[in-house]
């Protein structure tokens, strides 16, 4: 299986502050990494496909990047609708795996 | 607008099963790959299984091969999950989501609103 693992586990930042999130893949995975938010109490939600495609809909404030085993999410500066949870997913090859999570909290 | 709608859930003893269903309005159902993704409480999210849009292709993570079953009725618009021989460590909650083509992808998006599997005697 591919390991997805993000960095760090949990952020503090406050509005305003541009922040990155790192997601590293156990081997390449191309360009198959999807990017998901999900809120307290709430589905997740598709923010990037195809590591740096912007999903219909999403704020142009979020950017993906990277390809191969090392790739980012970049929010230019923090809204208060960001704080949130954020996944990398590969959709390279079964079984489909996600990192384990990135918590961003308020300063 | 695009929506699922799982349905379901509830409190079941070990060995035992279940069957999650999974409505879908506001696109044409057989057009599209559908998955099955769990969240455990307070844990992050497990891709369980997936099925293409004519249901000729499944797939299963390995801690659900065997017991668990996707299926889909493309005339009902509905995607299931038949669950057997449950297991505490399958407590979750269990989403149903949308793929962007008929062929498996694992792209998944939207995201129902979930539906909670409580596995305990």
């Known amino acids: 299986d591919i390991q997805m693992t993000q960095s760090p586990s949990s952020l503090s930042a406050s509005v305003g502050d541009r922040v990155t999130i790192t997601c590293r893949a156990s081997?390449?995975?191309?360009?198959?990494l999807n990017w998901y938010q999900q809120k307290p109490g709430k589905a997740p939600k598709l923010l990037i496909y195809?590591?740096?495609s912007l999903q219909s809909g999403v704020p142009s404030g979020f950017s993906g990047g990277g390809s191969g085993t090392d790739f980012t999410l970049t929010i230019s500066s923090l809204q208060p609708e960001d704080f949130a949870t954020y996944y990398c997913?590969?959709?390279?090859?079964?079984?489909?795996?996600f990192g384990q999570g990135t918590k961003l909290e308020i300063k | 607008e695009v929506h699922v709608l799982e349905s379901g859930g509830g409190l079941i003893q070990p060995g035992g099963s279940l069957r999650l269903s999974c409505a879908a309005s506001?696109?044409?159902?057989?057009?599209?790959?559908m998955s099955w993704v769990r969240q455990a409480p307070g844990k992050g999210l497990e891709w369980v299984s997936s099925?293409?849009?004519?249901?000729?292709?499944?797939y299963y993570a390995d801690s659900v091969k065997g017991r668990f079953t996707i299926s889909r009725d493309n005339s009902k618009n509905t995607l299931y999950l038949q669950m057997n021989s449950l297991r505490a460590e399958d407590t979750a909650l269990y989403y149903c989501?949308?793929?962007?083509?008929?062929?498996?992808?694992?792209?998944?998006?939207?995201w129902g609103q979930g539906t909670l599997v409580t596995v305990s005697s």
């Open positions: 989501a949308k793929d962007f083509q008929v062929a498996v992808s694992g792209r998944f998006d939207p």
């Open positions: 506001g696109f044409t159902f057989s057009s599209y790959a």
């Open positions: 099925i293409s849009g004519s249901g000729g292709g499944t």
């Open positions: 081997q390449s995975i191309r360009s198959y």
């Open positions: 195809a590591a740096s």
């Open positions: 997913q590969q959709s390279y090859s079964f079984p489909y795996t």
